[in-house]
């Protein structure tokens, strides 16, 4: 049965607990003794002005929380007589005053002065805590941050029934309730601003993340401590900072300990230390290990975000992050806990023995994965998982991967490894048992058949490869009852995708969507991110319809009601069309155009098209400065995740997630091989390439010749599509790696430029070859192929465009008119079209050689080769 409701004294805090009710011990967390005054004054007024019985208890030298009034009894207790004096007399209070009183109480750290130890405090607490709940009393109590052991405040936590921690940002008051007990509202868990009476709850990401990060710099209460040198090496780096802080002069002793503790947060590559050292500073490095749950590394992926703010942030970077680059507040599970976690359930061996399989079917890793999550936790990573938690509130969170190779330099591990959202809503309890069961998803994810075949291929079987975990709160705002970003997207300093020569290579390739990132990372079927040069960013190879046709039509976002990830159509999330600033994502798609004002929508559907995002603020400059400002630190070109907003008042926000070396496809290393080649090694050259991973060892090659092409009719032109489609689903093809070359556009609609295949007919290709002829109308041109390219660059498919008659081209018609056509071993019934269709086994053709292609990544220009099996010192 649900208790009487009580107020206090605060409306507004009410509405966000539904009330104190009889028998709540309210537990403030204070920094400062005049807020828990400011709440303890409103409290207790309230229950005067209502007659009922109020009693303050007196026990601290601190300045007094009540002062005397009418109707409020002042009890005077002395705690220098003892611990069980202390408490006879308070258990005699409690019992004499009887039921329903409202109870303030003085501060309880003062009285650790009194008894020397937290332990005794905690024994207070719990001893009188049930006694006042069994009178259905209201008692309020506070402790001052930081001055007690972990163990002290757990046992706290678990007993009260309500916790408010108060803290100050940037001169502003905030509230933030941790624990209210059998009570639950969506807003409760959030921080709340202080504003006069009223609370105003703290939405936006990036605002909490600023307020929580700065106000509560050390949010794991539950750290230990030893002699090892993770903690060790951490405590002297912190006892010489205070001293050169109060001396103004460098010791010579932090830059070895610095050093040190960037070794064992951020791992051993020499690429990451010298970043360390140049771009992190000791502080930097110690608000690190401050948020590390348990000891060990923070991975790759964590090292990566870690280094690239560090870089924005230097004083060496030429880029506004002051007014740009929103503040983080990550948290990191070091690679230590993977270990233990894998030692107390018994899943050590069960992990080298997979790690040493050849193979392992998806449905052995389902099982595993039920083994993971059958695991428990000790008891001190999980009071410093409830801290965290207890940190973020209801936020949405997400638990990524982080394992000690993921995101290095050589090993990308892109997409090998798990992360899970958290939508992070319900109960502490709830929302604890949620983000412990990602934790164990993310860790059985280290043996993910995908993950262990990548290894396998790269050699890195015999490699320390620990996991682990980012915990990062989900960037974006509430909107109705759904969370995501208004932007997020991946970004490459390099743009290997130019499709025209007014775009730099140089200057980067943005893949931008709406909602949640994950549309942007992973492959999304027939949906489109809206891509986009640095260089130029509202150039388009789209035209006309196909802007609609190639534009996300759906949003991934966290359905706060459904506490869950989901995807949903775009309209059907924006039909009332009141999100912030949405003229700036949107156009209305009306009479087959686009029209970039929302402007008299009326129901006409909205497209994703970013059209004022690009062309009226400054999102794609601040990108490109960022992308530069990293790629130069770096001396290599690199990719980063990011999520981005636009305020009311136009400033652009972005959140850098996660950045790594950008690892250029095989085929993009420089054109200029050690020449000279034979001539009859190369095949062809050519400019204004997409690169792929699978330029290497290319067996064979189908090749429509485009002499032959204009001469036939129309019904041969078109039967063409079938025979693309079969060669493309040949058993044949299976482990190896085909180019594709046909003449003018591949896909056309207009069958005289090129063969009007459906992209499921060439998606096997590594190479697609576009071949155009001076005197026919196959002239090879990527923005006219377009429903091809977003298709080409989500499955890594290499584009080269060739012009024959073009003496730079260097094009080896014999070797593709010659010789053996091997056409009607793979396809009987098409030996009517031996005359214009050829398929070429390289190997056969060439003496036992392969092709391979190799694009120059600032150039674009590609050259296409027989490599023969013997090495050259120019390959």
């Not at 900072?241 to 960037?262: F, I, Q, T």
């Not at 109705?480 to 390099?494: C, T």
């Not at 400033?651 to 085929?667: D, E, S, W």
Request: one cysteine or more; aromatic letters at 10%; glycine letters at 8%.
């Amino acid at each position: 049965m649900q208790k009487q409701i009580v107020s206090s004294g605060v409306a507004s805090l009410d509405r966000v607990v539904q009330g104190i009710r009889l028998g709540d011990n309210v537990v403030w967390q204070i920094d400062k003794l005049q807020d828990y005054i400011h709440f303890a004054r409103a409290f207790a007024d309230t229950a005067l002005a209502e007659q009922a019985p109020c009693v303050y208890v007196r026990f601290a030298p601190h300045e007094a929380i009540l002062s005397p009034r009418p109707g409020l009894e002042i009890l005077d207790v002395d705690p220098s007589l003892g611990f069980d004096a202390f408490n006879r007399e308070i258990h005699r209070i409690i019992t004499q005053q009887g039921q329903g009183v409202r109870y303030v109480f003085d501060s309880l750290s003062s009285l650790v002065a009194e008894w020397a130890t937290d332990e005794l405090l905690a024994n207070f607490f719990q001893f009188a805590c049930p006694y006042l709940f069994e009178l259905d009393t209201v008692a309020y109590f506070a402790v001052s941050r930081g001055q007690h052991a972990n163990s002290t405040l757990a046992r706290i936590r678990d007993t009260t029934q309500v916790l408010f921690d108060v803290f100050h940002a940037d001169g502003e008051m905030y509230i933030h309730p941790l624990k209210v007990w059998d009570r639950y509202t969506k807003q409760m868990f959030l921080p709340h601003l202080v504003v006069g009476d009223e609370l105003q709850p703290v939405f936006s990401s990036g605002a909490a993340a600023a307020v929580s990060g700065r106000a509560r710099p050390q949010p794991l209460k539950s750290q230990g401590s030893s002699a090892a040198p993770w903690s060790s090496v951490h405590e002297k780096l912190i006892q010489y900072r205070a001293v050169e802080r109060d001396s103004g002069r460098s010791l010579p002793e932090m830059l070895p300990l610095k050093n040190e503790l960037a070794r064992m947060l951020l791992g051993q590559q020499p690429q990451t230390l010298a970043l360390a050292e140049r771009y992190l500073d000791a502080d930097d490095l110690l608000s690190v290990r401050d948020r590390v749950v348990g000891s060990g590394r923070v991975g790759g992926k964590a090292a990566g975000m870690i280094l690239a703010r560090g870089i924005l942030r230097s004083a060496k970077a030429d880029f506004p992050h002051a007014e740009v680059l929103e503040d983080h507040d990550s948290f990191y599970i070091g690679s230590d806990v993977f270990f233990s976690f894998l030692v107390r359930n018994g899943l050590s061996r069960l992990r080298w023995q997979f790690t040493k399989a050849s193979a392992l079917s998806q449905e052995a890793f389902a099982d595993i994965e039920q083994q993971f999550l059958q695991g428990s936790f000790p008891e001190d990573i999980l009071e410093q998982f409830k801290d965290m938690l207890d940190y973020y509130g209801e936020a949405p969170i997400i638990v990524r991967s982080s394992s000690l190779m993921e995101d290095g330099f050589g090993n990308a591990f892109a997409g090998k490894y798990r992360s899970e959202f958290c939508a992070n809503q319900g109960s502490p309890a709830q929302r604890l048992g949620k983000f412990v069961e990602a934790v164990k998803l993310v860790y059985a994810s280290c043996l993910n058949p995908n993950a262990l075949a990548y290894r396998q291929k790269r050699g890195l079987m015999e490699n320390d490869e620990q996991m682990a975990i980012l915990v990062q709160r989900v960037s974006g705002t509430p909107y109705r009852h759904y969370f995501f970003p208004s932007l997020a997207g991946v970004a490459f300093s390099r743009n290997l995708y130019a499709w025209t020569d007014k775009i730099d290579p140089r200057q980067g390739l943005v893949r931008l969507v709406f909602g949640l990132g994950t549309r942007a990372v992973d492959q999304t079927g027939n949906d489109y991110p809206r891509m986009f040069s640095v260089s130029q960013p509202q150039l388009r190879p789209e035209v006309g319809r196909q802007i609609r046709k190639y534009s996300q039509r759906q949003l991934d976002l966290i359905d706060l009601d459904a506490n869950q990830m989901t995807t949903l159509p775009v309209n059907e999330v924006l039909e009332t069309g009141d999100y912030p600033r949405l003229d700036l994502y949107a156009s209305v798609y009306h009479d087959g155009y686009m029209r970039d004002s929302l402007f008299r929508r009326q129901g006409k559907p909205l497209v994703l098209t970013f059209n004022n995002l690009l062309g009226r603020t400054t999102f794609a400059e601040l990108l490109g400065g960022m992308l530069r400002t990293i790629e130069d630190a770096y001396d290599g070109p690199v990719d980063v995740e990011f999520t981005a907003a636009v305020t009311k008042s136009g400033q652009v926000r972005i959140n850098l997630l996660q950045c790594r070396p950008l690892v250029l496809p095989g085929a993009a290393r420089s054109a200029a091989q050690k020449e000279p080649l034979s001539a009859d090694a190369v095949l062809f050259r050519t400019e204004h390439t997409m690169p792929s991973d699978h330029g290497e060892r290319i067996r064979y090659i189908l090749y429509i010749d485009p002499w032959q092409y204009p001469q036939l009719s129309e019904k041969r032109k078109r039967s063409l599509v079938q025979l693309v489609a079969a060669v493309n689903g040949h058993p044949a093809l299976a482990g190896e790696h085909i180019m594709m070359m046909g003449p003018g556009r591949w896909g056309s609609s207009q069958i005289n430029l090129g063969i009007g295949v459906s992209y499921a007919a060439i998606n096997q290709a590594s190479v697609l070859v576009e071949v155009a002829l001076g005197r026919a109308e196959q002239i090879p041109e990527l923005s006219y192929g377009t429903h091809f390219f977003q298709d080409l660059v989500e499955d890594g498919i290499a584009y080269m465009p060739v012009y024959p008659d073009s003496a730079e081209a260097q094009f080896n018609k014999a070797f593709f008119t010659n010789g053996e056509n091997a056409l009607t071993q793979w396809l009987p019934q098409a030996q009517a079209y031996e005359d214009v269709v050829r398929i070429i086994d390289v190997p056969a053709a060439a003496g036992g050689a392969y092709v391979h292609i190799r694009i120059d990544p600032d150039t674009l220009q590609g050259l296409c080769f027989l490599d023969p099996p013997a090495a050259r010192d120019w390959f």
